[in-house]
């Protein structure tokens, strides 16, 4: 019984629910069957899946799927007689050089390479026959082939016959039929025959069909110049290509023209690879059989063709060709090809030689061996192209069409522009030798037809000026109190009122009323010193920049300055902290507001003030790094240490300490005790914008640091000197440079060590001073002049020694 063959159609119309993964080998291989047997490719499946709504992913994983079964050659195989010769056909061996990765598919190009190489070398291109096409009604059967017998009809029957090494197939209740030799068609014609002949109505209500099933090897061979020359097995559907591929295709002396098919020692056919890479013909590409030999020669004739080709490459040439079929197999010109002439390197008799080919001969010249050509580029330049630039609406480049002028040239140019300066302008022009002229014409006589039009030639470049290119460009600027101050585009007419606005109004505080504009001076008199180098203009507008009342207008570069009110003042506030009722922030009452009266409002000191340490910063930035919110004296001298210790490790040179915090130091020394005892005098500072007051507590304590034995804090006693609080410290290091220690109080000043004679005099210590002794400079080293000098008064005072001693004896 014979099942119905499944068309592409049978698949489910919607596969968007489809999961592959799912599907089991035998389902994929069914499927594969059934898609083959409708005459559809692997590529076709896939694509069929995706338009039933299979989605892009499924179908990918579908073609894997479907090449990993057919590589594990587990295709389903059903009983001989429920088989249909809709089943897809296999190989009856392992065959030799097909379905395998050739050698040559990754190896580098050659320079130059060799036209049709890379045919049999490409790993996507296999040239595997199809075993699932029609059977062929000239294919010759042989042993191991197979043949499918499906009888229907009045009688119903379904063979899968091999054939026998001997040539014969045994037809079951038939008997034994000699197949071997015969094409499809006679063992058709031979199997009715017989089938008639034992009672079956051939022809009368039954009919017969015979088919190739599995099919059989053949061997080839392939010798000459070629990659792998041998002895192939391969399946008996294939053709010359593919046995060139199993073996690689020519090598580099083989011909590709003239390959050569031998059968029963002599040559049935001549194959031209060149017949398929240039036109996709196969006429020549025939069917193999067992025993065939394919024989490639080495070429005749090779060119080589270089240049602005589709295809540079070397060709091989038969006979009767010329220079344009090679041009033809190289793809033709690129679109920058000089195609009027072609140079040729030739071979002479010891070297070479050029040869011209002009286009009129292309079909006339017949390549000679070795010969190399050479298509050139076109040359970067125009035959009839001339340029406008500047003030024109339609610059660019423009087709020199004979008889062309200038004005001719503008108007193609859609006309000049507004801007347009119509005094000069220059036409860029080669010279014979390709230097460049420079030629000058009046646009205005030539729009009014007054000066003769100027032919074009080659090449020209016109430029056209704009009357902005010619100048600076024109500004006005405006300062002083208004909201967006800066520099603006000029404009005709542009008045003082527009100006503010353009800077989006007056600041608060600014005034309408005398307002300067400055404006440049042209003819100032370089022989005076009292030239005027601007003048000045006072200016008073509307508070509501009336424009009806504008009676001043702008020139360019005008420099606006607007003022402030004169009464204007904006709030300035000073701030005090520490040990006082109310510290906080206060705002200046009056221009003469002083020290002492922003202590008052303050509300006065607490009792645990410490009025000498009293200090006024005039700074928003406190140089010292003490965090202007703390009053506490210890925290004050743990940071001014920190601070010394960091200044310490900076400088090489110790000295430089105090330098650095006296630039740095943005204290101003006030003495508060005397300042409250005699408010208003000369030593009450007038307080100003940003002033910051700090009245800290009661200093106890004297900070010791620097070059000491001991760096440490120590109790303030009275009675205590200098050296005492530094013998408290341990006493002074041998680094320690004792002529340069300093104290800095508690208030902000700083006072130094001086000297009266040979003694050292230290300045006062105070409650919360910070001592400090820097270190001795580092010795630069002792030069010949020196080192002579300790010598000499070394010798002098030994000799005075001496002399003391023998007064004694």
């Known amino acids: 019984m014979s099942t119905k063959p499944v068309s592409a159609q049978s698949l489910p119309q919607n596969l968007s629910s489809v999961n592959v993964s799912n599907l089991s080998d035998a389902q ?58 809709s089943q897809s056909r296999v190989l009856n061996y392992k065959s030799t050089g097909l379905n395998k990765q050739n050698q040559y598919s990754n190896q580098a190009d050659t320079t130059p390479k060799i036209f049709g190489a890379d045919l049999f070398r490409n790993n996507n291109l296999t040239f595997e026959p199809n075993l699932n096409l029609a059977t062929p009604v000239n294919y010759i059967v042989g042993p191991n082939d197979q043949l499918n017998v499906n009888v229907y009809g009045n009688s119903l029957a379904n063979w899968k016959l091999n054939v026998s090494p001997e040539g014969n197939i045994n037809i079951p209740g038939i008997g034994i039929v000699n197949v071997a030799g ?51 097995t391969l399946p008996s559907l294939a053709t010359v290509f593919n046995a060139l591929y199993a073996a690689g295709g020519p090598n580099k002396n083989g011909s590709f023209r003239q390959i050569e098919v031998i059968r029963d020692n002599r040559i049935i056919r001549r194959l031209d690879v060149y017949d398929f890479l240039v036109k996709g013909e196969q006429k020549d590409n025939i069917g193999l059989q067992d025993q065939d030999i394919i024989r490639i020669p080495t070429y005749r004739v090779r060119v080589q063709m270089t240049g602005e080709v589709k295809t540079p490459a070397l060709f091989e040439v038969l006979p009767g060709e010329t220079i344009q079929d090679v041009i033809g197999f190289a793809g033709g010109f690129t679109d920058q090809a000089y195609t009027a002439l072609i140079k ?19 079909k006339n010249y017949v390549p000679l061996r070795g010969d190399i050509y050479t298509v050139d580029h076109i040359l970067n330049r125009f035959e009839n192209r001339v340029t406008i630039n500047g003030a024109v609406f339609r610059p660019g480049q423009y087709e020199l069409q ?85 520099t603006f585009a000029y404009a005709d007419s ?20 005398r307002i300067e504009v400055a404006r440049r001076v042209n003819d100032s008199d370089p022989n005076s010193k009292s030239s005027s180098v601007a003048q000045v203009f006072q200016v008073d507008v509307n508070a509501q920049l009336d424009k009806e009342l504008v009676n001043f207008r702008l020139k360019p570069y ?10 204007y003042e904006m709030q300035r506030t000073v701030k005090i902290d520490g040990e006082v009722l109310y510290p906080g922030y206060y705002v200046i009452k009056n221009k003469n507001e002083k020290i002492s009266d922003i202590v008052a409002r303050a509300g006065g000191l607490s009792a645990s003030a410490d009025v000498d340490g009293g200090t006024l ?71 100003e914008d940003g002033d910051e007051i700090r009245i800290p507590k009661q200093q106890q304590i004297v900070r010791v640091n620097g070059e000491v034995l001991y760096p440490s804090a120590v109790v303030f006693e009275n009675g205590k000197s200098f050296t005492d609080y530094v013998s408290n410290a341990g006493g ?14 508690a208030n902000g000043t700083v006072k130094g060590t001086t000297k009266f004679l040979f003694w050292n005099t230290h300045p006062k210590v105070k409650p919360g001073s910070e001592i400090y002794v820097p270190k001795k400079p580092e010795p630069k080293g002792d030069t010949t002049g020196k080192i002579i000098g300790y010598t000499t008064a070394l010798a002098s005072l030994g000799a005075i020694i001496l002399g003391v001693l023998s007064l004694y004896k």
Do not use: C, W
Not at 348 to 360: F, V
Not at 442 to 470: G, H, Y
Not at 505 to 510: D, I, P
Not at 560 to 567: A, E, I, T
């Open 402 to 486: 004979k008889g062309l002028t200038l004005m001719q040239l503008i108007q193609k140019a859609a006309g000049i522009k507004e801007d347009a300066f119509t005094g000069l302008g220059t036409i860029t022009r080669l010279n014979p030798d390709n230097t460049t002229a420079i030629l000058s014409f009046n646009l205005k006589d030539l729009i009014n037809k007054t000066a003769a039009d100027i032919p074009l030639q080659r090449e020209d470049v016109i430029n056209i000026s704009s009357i902005f290119d010619l100048r600076d460009k024109y500004t006005v600027t405006i300062k002083g109190a208004i909201r967006k101050g800066g």
């Open 182 to 232: 015969k094409t499809i068609e006679q063992a058709t014609a031979l199997i009715k025959s017989k089938l008639a002949a034992n009672n079956y109505a051939v022809g009368h209500g039954t009919n017969v069909q015979v088919s190739l099933g599995n099919i059989r090897s053949i061997k080839v061979i392939l010798v000459g110049e070629v990659q792998k020359p041998g002895s192939y």
């Open 558 to 567: 005008d420099i606006v300055s607007v003022y402030s009110l004169p009464g």
């Open 344 to 362: 040729v390197s030739q071979i002479s008799d010891q070297q070479r030689r050029i040869t011209d080919i002009p286009e009129a001969d292309y």
């Open 28 to 85: 994929i291989q069914q499927m594969v069957q059934q898609a083959h047997a409708a005459g559809l490719s692997d590529s076709q499946i896939v694509q069929q899946a995706e338009d039933k709504g299979m989605s892009t992913d499924q179908g990918q994983l579908l073609q894997k799927r479907i090449e990993a079964s057919r590589s594990s050659g587990t295709s389903a195989q059903t009983d001989s007689d429920t088989t249909t010769q």
């Open 732 to 745: 002074f290091s041998p680094e320690a440079l004792k002529r340069g220690a300093y104290i800095v109080y």
């Open 617 to 687: 910063k005039r700074s928003n930035t406190a140089i010292l790094g003490v965090d202007k919110n703390k009053t506490d004296t210890t925290e004050l001298a743990r940071e001014r240490t920190a601070r010394l210790a960091r200044l310490q490790k900076s400088y090489k040179d110790t000295t430089k300490i105090a330098e650095d915090t006296t630039l740095r130091n943005n204290f101003v020394g006030i003495d508060l005790k005397k300042i409250l005892e005699k408010p208003g005098s000369n030593i009450d500072l007038l307080v």
């Open 494 to 513: 542009i008045s003082v009122e527009d100006l503010i606005i353009k800077a989006g109004g007056f600041a608060e505080g600014g005034s309408p009323k």
